[in-house]
């Protein structure tokens, strides 16, 4: 008679069913722990923080028609803010996310697309030489 062998030896098929039970759990836990619909636009809270950060970088740069400051030249007077619109509008472009969009507001005019409805909005006010200024962000 002869003797079994010392070691054990596993079913093929048992093999075959736990690879395919890991792969067929795998393919769940993707659809389960995925977000549906991708990430969630931002909130309001993060667009006001954009907002404030986009009007201290506008506070700290020097004016195209002389003054302390782009923001405190816009509020001077309505042609110092003619002169300023242009340079306002293009930074405004270069500073904010390339997803947002941003609408400046001065007591002598506003610079930027008007704010849609229905989305989230932040919004950022810093007051400059007496004038107060409101930087809206948005995107969509």
Same mark, same amino acid.
């Given at each position: 008679m002869r003797e079994p062998p010392d070691r054990g030896q596993l079913a093929t098929s048992l093999v075959e069913a736990v690879v395919g039970a890991l792969?067929? +759990?795998?393919?769940v836990a993707g659809f389960v722990?995925?977000?549906v619909g991708g990430e969630a636009g931002p909130t309001a809270s993060t667009l006001d923080r *954009?907002?404030?950060?986009a009007l +201290?970088?506008?506070?700290a740069e020097p004016s195209a028609g002389g003054g302390r400051n782009r923001l405190a030249a816009a509020?001077? +007077?309505?042609e110092s803010f003619a002169t300023e619109r242009d340079a306002l509008e293009h930074r405004l472009?270069?500073?904010?996310? *390339?997803s947002?969009?941003?609408?400046?507001e001065t007591p002598y005019g506003s610079v930027g697309p008007p704010q849609p409805t229905g989305v989230p909005v932040g919004r950022a006010t810093r007051t400059v030489a007496g004038c107060s200024v409101t930087l809206r962000v948005w995107s969509v």
């Amino acid at each position: 008679m002869r003797e079994p062998p010392d070691r054990g030896q596993l079913a093929t098929s048992l093999v075959e069913a736990v690879v395919g039970a890991l792969l067929i +759990s795998s393919a769940v836990a993707g659809f389960v722990w995925v977000p549906v619909g991708g990430e969630a636009g931002p909130t309001a809270s993060t667009l006001d923080r *954009t907002a404030d950060d986009a009007l +201290s970088i506008l506070a700290a740069e020097p004016s195209a028609g002389g003054g302390r400051n782009r923001l405190a030249a816009a509020c001077r +007077s309505p042609e110092s803010f003619a002169t300023e619109r242009d340079a306002l509008e293009h930074r405004l472009g270069v500073v904010l996310p *390339t997803s947002a969009f941003g609408r400046l507001e001065t007591p002598y005019g506003s610079v930027g697309p008007p704010q849609p409805t229905g989305v989230p909005v932040g919004r950022a006010t810093r007051t400059v030489a007496g004038c107060s200024v409101t930087l809206r962000v948005w995107s969509v």
